[in-house]
C-alpha cells in the first residue's frame, strides 16, 4: 500500500485503501499497523487533524481491528 508522509511526533507515514477500506499506519519506530473496515470519513479526519498520534488514539485505535505488519 503507497502511504504518504505526515507532519507527527509518531506517525511517519499513512496510507488508506479504499476499495477494502484498510488504513495503514507506519509509526516513527518502525512498525506498521493496518486498521480494518475504516471508513473514509475516519482516514480523512486522521489527514485533517492537528495531532495525527491523539486523532488516531482517540478515534481509531480502539474502534477497529487490527494487525501489526511489521
Same mark, same amino acid.
Given at each position: 500500500?503507497?502511504?504518504?508522509?505526515?507532519?507527527?511526533?509518531?506517525?511517519?507515514?499513512?496510507?488508506?485503501?479504499?476499495?477494502?477500506?484498510?488504513?495503514?499506519?507506519?509509526?516513527?519506530?518502525?512498525?506498521?499497523?493496518?486498521?480494518?473496515?475504516?471508513?473514509?470519513?475516519? $482516514?480523512?479526519?486522521?489527514?485533517?487533524?492537528?495531532?495525527?498520534?491523539? $486523532?488516531?488514539?482517540?478515534?481509531?485505535?480502539?474502534? $477497529?481491528?487490527?494487525?501489526?505488519?511489521?
Amino acid at each position: 500500500m503507497e502511504r504518504v508522509s505526515v507532519v507527527s511526533t509518531n506517525v511517519r507515514s499513512v496510507g488508506y485503501d479504499k476499495s477494502s477500506s484498510i488504513l495503514e499506519i507506519e509509526f516513527k519506530s518502525g512498525s506498521i499497523y493496518q486498521y480494518f473496515a475504516v471508513p473514509e470519513k475516519e $482516514y480523512q479526519g486522521l489527514m485533517n487533524a492537528v495531532s495525527k498520534g491523539r $486523532y488516531l488514539n482517540q478515534n481509531i485505535k480502539d474502534s $477497529y481491528r487490527y494487525i501489526q505488519v511489521n
